[in-house]
């Protein structure tokens, strides 16, 4: 093992966060070559699909992964076709043990006319139904409704809330954004800047407050000023790190005191390239501070995202949202049909 | 969870120690246990097929089917070879060129600018007069972030106005560097989706102008699957020379480097340690072989106890627990050679599956039960030490007040003796184990 220094407090978050929109950056058209191992072209062949016909957002990191699946299951497995299909799943991160689970299920299916049919239905039993019209909800009509945005280090929390917030703001709702990432150098500033871009109302305290205290603020001036939706950022944090873990759950105290039975939304962000740590991630996460829902970032990316159906899996918290490029418009409802369609397309 | 590979390879291969052989059938459900466990440290698929493949032809060989210890031989095979492929590649940390140059590049929220400014903080304590440049125009106040970073170091940081090219930027941040007389230039570049012509283009320009000494590729630790792809990208748009793998404070167990590794031959010179600056560290295979493994520590833990251990020593102990003469004197001679080890809680830790007892074990030993159990043994007669039945009450008051401690802990230790007598009678009545569990230096 190793034996890390642990700080009791940590001066300077990981670096955060996704770049904004930037007029320089076009999002490449071409998904990324699977150049590392050519070990698939003999196991799915013409399976090359330009994925010119894919959903706008998720074509991007499907092309290569799933239109090779299609192909291997379009003309019925063999034998050993399987392992290649379970190697598949698994280099889109769905895990060892569980990509070779679905696999098992899938092969013992006899309702589906094809094994195509079985993975994916398969695949799909995992994820949990999620209405893409969710709104967070307030409790009483005087209440804002909060959100709070949860995870570790790096996984794009602002930026997702830089998304969220035009997309509030757009539909003509009035937003408050409560800067209690308080730790990372410049984290307010970041937040500042988007809460500009957007119209929002802002709250913050000077770096190094206590984010409890910001929260509380953040909600007083909400409820003062009739704001609909307050949208709490968090410093990102290691779920192994139990004092901050604790802070966390002291937020999530502060909400629950503040607005009794508001029951906010915490939503944890999840990097789309994270592998079979990200469940680790969300069930500390989730025994924390009670996850209500998921945001899957970087899913632009040549990523797959595939830990998501362990962990929906496991835990029974909806994604709610995929974030699919640096444009404040690139965040999507996720549909776990679409999805589950979008990775065989 | 997660148990261990050690754990599963012990629980696969352990029931056949002692049999002589291990069978090809042994050696494949081991295999799959590896290949398992190495999926779940996030090791590429592929590169786990090649690793598999290699650590059976040695395990398959000779030498291991007739070791009496195959789970253990197994697993010093695996570590071996994921020794060897995370040793891959320079791992010196190049400083040439004046001023010398060294450029982070990476996905985004990989930890680039906290890795930027533990570098310029590494860099003052080796003497040199480093200044970071903040090459990322795009990400909303990151040259903020950096500047902060700086003030706090004491390391001067050049930035430019919005809408100033990279590589602009990185040229005036030159001519700062030399102005300011400093001898190392730490450039921070935005975060970049390896899909994203136009920026791979970016950071391409800007290496070829400047020509590095060092362009380290920052990788979270949590990375899956993808890094392998991620690695081999950046690897192609610019020189790279090695790895800063970050957030390896967390749990995950780091696969992404074995595989980036393995595939690219790129050595690890770095580890992000945790959220301050000082967090850096050098980077060890053999360490983080063992954590990609989850086997704890248990290299150095074998290693620590044959250094304390001597064998006699311990057959001669085994010797009395088979014939029940073992005393209240050997058990002080035990508890000494334990601790001679090293602190409980770290022993402990380095037991595979043991981890989470670790705390309460450390918790004995910081409220003194151990010192205190030794200070009564201490304080006994010899006589007393070997049959403690001559414990009378004055005995026992005066023990207590030789020890400093209460009579119901010398009552407590007693008894307990003869409970541990009990047991091993029992034992020795013809089930007595061959090994006994927990005594170093027999298995």
Known sequence: MFHFRKPKQPEVGAEAEQAPEAPAREPAAEPAAESLFEVEAHAAPATDETPGDLAEGLQKSRGGFMSRLRGLLKSGPAEADWDSVEELLIGGDVGGALAAEVVERARARKDSPTAEAAVREELAALLIPSDPRWRPARATPDQPAVLLMVGVNGTGKTTTIGKLAHLYRAEGSSVLLAAADTFRAAAIDQLRIWSDRSGCQFVSHAPGADPAAVIYDAIDAAVARHVDIVIADTAGRLHTKSNLMDELAKMRRVIDRRLPGAAPEVLFVLDATTGQNGLAQARVFHETVGLTGIVLAKLDSTAKGGIVFAIEDALHVPVRFVGVGEKLGDLLPFDPAAFVSALFA | ?443
Request: hydrophobic residues 45%; aromatic residues 4%; glycine residues 10%.
């Open chain 2, 1 to 443: 969870m997660f148990d261990a590979l050690s754990e599963r390879l012990r629980k696969t291969l352990g029931a056949l120690t002692g049999r002589g052989r291990v069978s090809e059938a042994d050696v494949d459900a081991a295999m799959r246990e590896v290949r398992l466990a190495l999926l779940e440290a996030d090791v590429n698929f592929k590169v786990v097929k090649d690793f598999v493949g290699r650590v059976r032809e040695r395990a398959t060989g000779a030498e291991i089917l007739d070791s009496l210890t195959a789970g253990q031989q197994v697993v010093k095979i695996v570590n071996e070879e994921l020794v060897a492929l995370l040793s891959a590649g320079d791992r010196t940390f190049h400083l040439t060129g004046s001023p010398a140059v060294i450029v982070l590049v990476g996905l985004q929220g990989s930890g680039k600018t906290t890795s930027a400014a533990k570098l310029a903080r590494f860099m003052v304590k080796q003497g040199r007069r480093p200044i970071m440049v903040a090459a990322d125009p795009y990400r909303p106040a990151a040259a903020d972030q950096l500047q902060t970073l700086g003030k706090s170091l004491d390391v001067p940081v050049f930035r430019a106005q919005t809408g100033t090219t990279v590589l602009a930027i990185a040229k005036a941040g030159m001519d700062a560097a030399r102005k300011q007389v400093r001898d190392t230039v730490i450039i921070d570049t935005a975060g970049r989706l390896t899909v994203d012509e136009g920026l791979m283009k970016e950071i391409a320009d800007l290496t070829a102008a400047l020509k590095p000494a060092e362009t380290l590729l920052v990788i979270d630790a949590m990375t899956g699957q993808e890094a392998v792809h991620v690695a081999e990208a950046f690897a192609a748009a610019v020189p790279v020379t090695g790895l800063v793998l970050t957030k390896i404070d967390g749990d995950a167990r780091g696969g992404a480097a074995l595989s980036i590794s393995a595939v690219t031959g790129l050595p690890v010179k770095f580890l992000g340690t945790g959220e301050k600056t000082d967090a850096l560290e050098p980077f060890y295979p053999d360490r983080l072989a063992g954590r990609i493994l989850g086997m704890g520590d248990v290299l150095t833990l074998i290693e620590r106890a044959q250094e304390t251990y001597d064998e006699k020593q311990a057959a001669r102990m085994t010797e009395k627990l088979r014939k029940n003469s073992f005393t209240l004197e050997d058990m002080l001679e035990q508890m000494e050679q334990v601790q001679k080890m090293g602190p409980m809680g770290q022993l402990i830790e380095m037991i595979p599956g043991l981890g989470g007892m670790a705390k309460q074990a450390q918790a004995a030993v910081d409220r003194g039960d151990l010192r205190r159990l030794q200070a009564i043994i201490r304080s006994m007669t010899p006589e007393e030490r070997r049959d403690p039945n001559v414990l009378n009450g004055s005995r026992r008051r005066r023990i207590a007040n030789g020890s400093g401690t209460r009579l119901q802990d010398v009552n407590q230790v007693v008894k307990q003796f003869s409970e541990l007598q009990k047991m091993m009678k029992q034992m020795s009545g013809g089930r007595f184990p061959r090994r006994i569990p927990g005594m170093p230096g027999q298995g």
